[in-house]
């Protein structure tokens, strides 16, 4: 079981006259995850933000709402659970959603657009591959090989395509490079966000993570890759939410009312395995 606390801190320059945020950060609900206890609230130091309605969109993701009156120049999301984790080798079994994996073929921006490299290399890494599984697995491969993880090349406004030129990158750019390939190959792919306890080695991995999810086909659906770490996520990974890229994924999505100048975020993730 992974028990998981993260707080993520934003700060104003000048007040806001209040905040309206909308979180996607509640664990997905599938075969391979049992939600033991799981919270998520807003606090100020003037007190707790105002929680507002949920509902699940069409992609099976848990969203939340919530509004902190102001004025105000500092906001807290603080989450902190427990979730039970089992190995399904990628597989997202049991998870139900209502958008057809079809939707994921389209052009979904500069994030994931393909260009003349990246479709050469999911051509290459297709040769020889048989069934949209294997062609998965070789696309996986070929991300990995192409950028080297690497913290502080790339920035979150970076797309696949410059990820690949640069040869370096992090999970984010992983992502979205494997979800670019995957639609050269004319497979369905989404960005995913999470948390991961440790690498296979059993080195400490900045817990916030993102990886890919392929879909394979109407027997065993999505199934998740991650080339930052060449492997398929198993009981090490805890899903939150997905979406078109890191943009459409994000966790957090919230707006400032009022001139609040100068913004900055403060991020702490801890994640631990615990006896269940």
């Known amino acids: 079981m992974l028990k998981v606390s993260h707080v993520t801190t934003y700060r104003y320059e000048f007040a806001a ?4 945020q909308s979180l ?7 075969d391979g995850q049992i939600v033991r206890d799981w919270s998520v609230r807003v606090e100020t130091p003037e007190g707790p ?3 507002g309605g949920s509902y699940r969109d069409g992609a099976g993701d848990k969203v939340e709402s919530w509004s902190v009156r102001g004025p105000v120049s500092e906001v807290s999301v603080i989450v902190e659970g427990a979730v039970e984790t089992k190995d399904l080798a990628g597989v997202l079994s049991g998870y139900r959603e209502i958008v057809p994996p079809a939707v994921y073929l389209r052009d979904t921006g500069a994030f994931t657009r393909a260009d003349a490299r990246i479709t050469e290399l999911a051509q290459e890494a297709m040769q020889g591959r048989n069934g949209a599984l ?3 697995h070789g696309l996986s491969e070929a991300c990995s090989k192409a950028i080297d993880y690497r913290a ?10 410059e990820a690949v030129a640069l040869g370096g990158g992090v999970c984010q ?3 979205h490079t494997i979800i670019a390939m995957a639609r050269v190959a004319g497979l369905p792919a989404r960005y ?12 400490l991995h900045e817990a916030a993570h993102a990886w890919g999810e392929i879909y394979i086909d109407a027997q065993l659906g999505w199934v998740g890759f991650d080339p930052a ?6 009981d090490r990974y805890i899903r939150l939410g997905s979406g078109y890229d890191a943009q459409d994924a994000a966790p957090v999505k919230g707006l400032a009312l009022g001139a609040i100048g100068r913004e900055t975020m403060d991020v702490t993730v801890a994640l631990d395995a615990v006896q269940q």
């Open 152 to 161: 502080g090349v790339t920035q979150a406004s970076t797309t696949a395509a």
């Open 229 to 234: 770490n060449n492997c398929c996520p198993d």
């Open 49 to 51: 933000g105002i929680r």
């Open 192 to 203: 995913v966000s999470g948390y991961l306890h440790a690498s296979e080695d059993g080195n």
């Open 24 to 30: 996607r950060m509640f664990p997905s609900v599938y």
């Open 134 to 136: 294997d062609i998965a």
């Open 17 to 20: 006259r209040g905040m309206i």
């Open 173 to 175: 750019d992983h992502a």
